[in-house]
């Protein structure tokens, strides 16, 4: 069977040998495509176990699976794959896997074999993800792929392969100059959005880094923070206790923030989250943390209940922990508000919180339907940790919202009992 398969020239690098195959850059330059038609001559040419993943994938359908399967009618490979459901195999022995990396670790561990693994959108995937994937593709020769859009300079694909590459690593920056075959609706495309708005632009277009996100909700609280030195190693302490502060979920994240207030201060020492998973979990995590606990700060959805399901609340009061459900707040941009006025009092762990500091670095307002920023952050993977944070915000960041019913409470107490009340 002879195959004629054309790539970009700046792609050429994908049929030498290296550990590390990075292509990064702007929309247009068809990284993904020609990775695709690479990846299927070198699974005809050989029988390879490949794996292509992703940060999330909740279905098939979230994969580079139809791109694969595109790329095999197009390059006439019918004869060569058969393409099911879930999978893509060579009559040659050749096997591609699709899988996401976040909450999948034991089933990533199972690919030890894997000679060819594909990163897509490697700008979203974690260094936790990171840690468990690379020392699993450990076979003699293989090779990791990685493709991505830069969006922050402080992504973890960013740093692991533009700014500090590892060695035995090719990394291209591959844009829109480099595409033989960029149609001209797209580049009408592109120089509407250069004349309205350059930073975009320079992002999407030109592969440049952010400074921030456009339409973060804690872009200046995050950028001074950094400036100030707040993200940095932070210890855990052994003299004060260590306080958590949740968000809830099952299909969606349960998030945790772990604190220690040390003066006025509140040092956050880990970061911990996780989907589809029961309350049993999330206890044995902080078991198996170590700390020394204080308070664990619920929100208010952990009061929900019944006889035959027990809330949230109860079921971790029973294990002895001291518990504080958070008052539901209607309006969330008070909640919001409310982290502003601590941020400057926070100091996060850079290694610990890091997956956390990122879902804060892309943690967006919505557009409405008029295409303006909306005063509601986006419902995303990214607002979990945030939410959690709010957790903490509200427990020490809002001002007293019944001042006035306190006062007239007091008014009939004697002053040993109004001192009572006050500390209470």
Not at 248 to 276: E, H, M, P
């Amino acid at each position: 069977m002879h195959v004629q398969c054309q790539i970009p020239a700046a792609l050429e690098f994908l049929f030498h040998p290296a550990r590390y195959k990075v292509a990064y850059g702007g929309r247009g330059g068809s990284k993904s495509w020609g990775f695709a038609r690479a990846l299927l001559i070198r699974a005809w040419q050989d029988p390879l176990r490949i794996l292509c993943a992703r940060e999330f994938q909740n279905s098939i359908k979230e994969s580079v699976h139809m791109l694969l399967s595109d790329q095999i009618k197009a390059l006439g490979m019918q004869a060569s794959f058969d393409v099911q459901q879930n999978s893509i195999r060579g009559h040659n022995g050749s096997q591609f896997g699709f899988e996401g990396l976040r909450y999948n670790a034991d089933k990533i561990k199972s690919y030890e074999g894997t000679d060819l693994c594909w990163i897509e959108e490697a700008n979203r995937v974690s260094k936790a993800s990171w840690e468990v994937l690379i020392p699993t593709i450990r076979k003699d020769d293989s090779e990791i792929w990685v493709t991505f859009n830069p969006e922050l300079e402080t992504d973890e694909a960013y740093k692991r392969f533009v700014k500090n590459p590892p060695p035995n690593a090719v990394v291209r920056k591959v844009g829109w100059r480099d595409n033989p075959w960029f149609p001209d609706v797209l580049r009408e495309e592109m120089q509407t959005l250069k004349e309205r708005d350059e930073d975009a632009y320079l992002n999407i277009w030109e592969g440049n880094c952010r400074v921030t996100l456009e339409g973060a909700v804690y872009a200046n609280e995050l950028r001074a923070a950094q400036a100030e030195g707040r993200i940095l190693r932070v210890p855990y302490d052994l003299r004060f206790p260590v306080h958590t502060f949740w968000d809830l979920g099952f299909s969606d994240r349960t998030s945790i923030w772990f604190a220690q207030k040390v003066g006025f201060d509140y040092q956050l020492i880990d970061f911990y989250q996780n989907r589809l998973q029961r309350l049993p979990h999330y206890l044995k995590v902080l078991q198996d943390r170590g700390y020394v606990y204080g308070v664990h700060h619920l929100p208010h959805d952990a009061e929900h209940g019944s006889v035959a399901a027990p809330s949230i609340r109860s079921q971790v009061e029973a294990t002895g922990y001291k518990v504080k459900v958070i008052q539901r707040i209607e309006k969330i941009e008070l909640g919001i508000g409310a982290v502003r006025n601590i941020f400057n009092r926070l100091y996060f762990d850079e290694s610990k919180c890091d997956e956390g500091l990122q879902d804060l670095r892309h943690y967006t307002y919505d557009v409405d339907e008029y295409g303006q920023w909306s005063k509601t952050p986006k419902h995303d993977e990214h607002c979990h940790a945030a939410d959690a944070l709010r957790t903490l915000g509200e427990t020490i960041g809002l001002p007293d919202r019944q001042p006035e019913k306190q006062v007239i409470e007091l008014v009939n107490y004697t002053k040993d009992e109004a001192s009572a009340a006050w500390m209470a």
